[in-house]
């Protein structure tokens, strides 16, 4: 079971219907604009959420901090991807709660 502390990060960061969006948009395959198989850069996901890259910023720090998301810098771009593994570690430890 996960510590209680991950799972009520975990827990706010899903609560916000555009972080829901953002990590929907992390399954695509294909199409991140630096050729990447997985994942988006923040500009892919600026204008696949309609959002100012300030705003963006915002949402993918927590989504960071809450370990939803791997972020990784590749020259001027950053690149993120979803951790999935941690993603369906927390559901199992949800469902355990419940």
Known sequence: MPPTSN???FL???ADPTRRRILN????KGACSID???GLCASDIEQRVK???PTVSHHMR???KANLVEAKREGHWRW???N???IAEMMRGLKGQL
Do not use: M
């Open 7 to 9: 799972l009520d990060l």
């Open 12 to 14: 706010h960061a899903i």
């Open 25 to 28: 948009a992390l399954k695509e």
């Open 36 to 38: 990447k198989e997985t």
């Open 51 to 53: 959002l100012a890259q």
């Open 62 to 64: 927590i989504l960071v």
């Open 80 to 82: 993120y991807r979803r």
């Open 84 to 86: 999935d593994k941690f």
